[in-house]
DNA sequence: ATATCTGCAAAGACTTTGCATGAGA
DNA sequence: TCTCATGCAAAGTCTTTGCAGATAT
């Protein structure tokens, strides 16, 4: 198991994990690990590839299983951007510090990461969940924004 | 072809249609009248089915085939709740009356549109869609909000 | 008349499942 | 030790594609 260099609260998850009954197995560290080393939008396969280069013994089983998962325990968010395959990513690291939203251009599947004016939807989309969660009586645990759009290339081309 | 009885704006979409080059056929008619009177979350599937009670001949395949150059044309937004399969809905009837997020409870799938608190959204969505624009050269045709958690009944039993 | 559109069947792509083996606590 | 986790292969599900015949304009 190689030790994240660049994060201090390395093993962050290690509580949490086994706060809720699952087993720390290499392979969860492993898939742990890459998510919280890239910054990309991970499909399953990606994950399965970069994690087989250094642990050739975990399958692409393993990986479905544990961001089923992560995804359960609320770790990690699942996204559709449209190309047919899930993407996933860290829901927010130690310090919370990643939060982002979505831009995706929809001829190429480009996905711009934006922090630009987030506060401001946090801030909204907080008080809109009090509200929703009082009148529907849902517990929200997470929400999405997504902007669709073409990129400047894909603009050009039509 | 049945004529829609509840909405003044029928066929409101016939010029649009014809405007892009596109051919108003009978299975094309079908479809967008099956959606223009469901209020629900259709599958591809769900569509199939509604649409060939009426008319027998139209396949799945076609269903697929008009949904896409639908959601292409922005006639049709095309959703991700989680489950598996693509949901669809108008973008907006004759007179935008429509526009509405979603709540989804993450463990039974069920899903609430709302429109409470969608004017401050959409206002925060305006400003941030043209910050977004400008600073990423995008030029920005949709968007998505979603909220995820727990409806009532799901959290009383975990 | 002719470029589009469509149905059917088959293929494709991603994801899930069954079962015997292997590994954490 | 004993339950939980995993790999492999096979199956499942939704969606897309190829092609000949039908249709809108």
Same mark, same amino acid.
């Given at each position: 198991?190689?030790?994240?260099?660049?994060?201090?609260?390395?093993?962050?998850?290690?509580?949490?994990?086994?706060?809720?009954?699952?087993?720390?197995?290499?392979?969860?560290?492993?898939?742990?690990?890459?998510?919280?080393?890239?910054?990309?939008?991970?499909?399953?396969?990606?994950?399965?590839?970069?994690?087989?280069?250094?642990?050739?013994?975990?399958?692409?089983?393993?990986?479905?299983?544990? /961001?089923?998962?992560?995804?359960?325990? *609320? $770790?990690?968010? %699942?996204? !559709? =951007?449209?190309?047919?395959?899930?993407?996933?990513?860290?829901?927010?690291?130690?310090?919370?510090?990643?939060?982002?939203?979505?831009?995706?251009?929809?001829?190429?599947?480009?996905?711009?990461?934006?922090?630009?004016?987030?506060?401001?939807?946090?801030? /909204?989309?907080?008080?809109?969940?009090? *509200? $929703?969660?009082? %009148?529907? !009586? =849902?517990?929200?645990?997470?929400?999405?924004?997504?902007?669709?759009?073409?990129?400047?290339?894909?603009?050009?081309?039509?």
């Amino acid at each position: 198991m190689k030790a994240p260099h660049r994060r201090r609260g390395a093993m962050w998850w290690h509580g949490k994990f086994k706060g809720m009954g699952y087993r720390l197995t290499t392979s969860r560290q492993a898939i742990l690990d890459v998510l919280g080393e890239s910054s990309e939008h991970l499909s399953a396969e990606d994950i399965y590839l970069k994690v087989h280069r250094i642990h050739p013994g975990v399958g692409l089983t393993t990986v479905y299983r544990t /961001l089923e998962l992560l995804v359960q325990t *609320g $770790l990690v968010f %699942k996204f !559709d =951007f449209g190309d047919g395959r899930a993407r996933y990513e860290l829901s927010e690291g130690p310090k919370g510090a990643r939060h982002h939203h979505h831009l995706v251009c929809t001829a190429c599947g480009r996905v711009v990461d934006y922090t630009d004016f987030i506060d401001e939807e946090i801030e /909204l989309l907080n008080r809109t969940e009090k *509200g $929703l969660s009082a %009148k529907y !009586d =849902f517990k929200i645990t997470n929400h999405l924004i997504q902007f669709y759009g073409l990129c400047n290339e894909c603009r050009g081309r039509s």
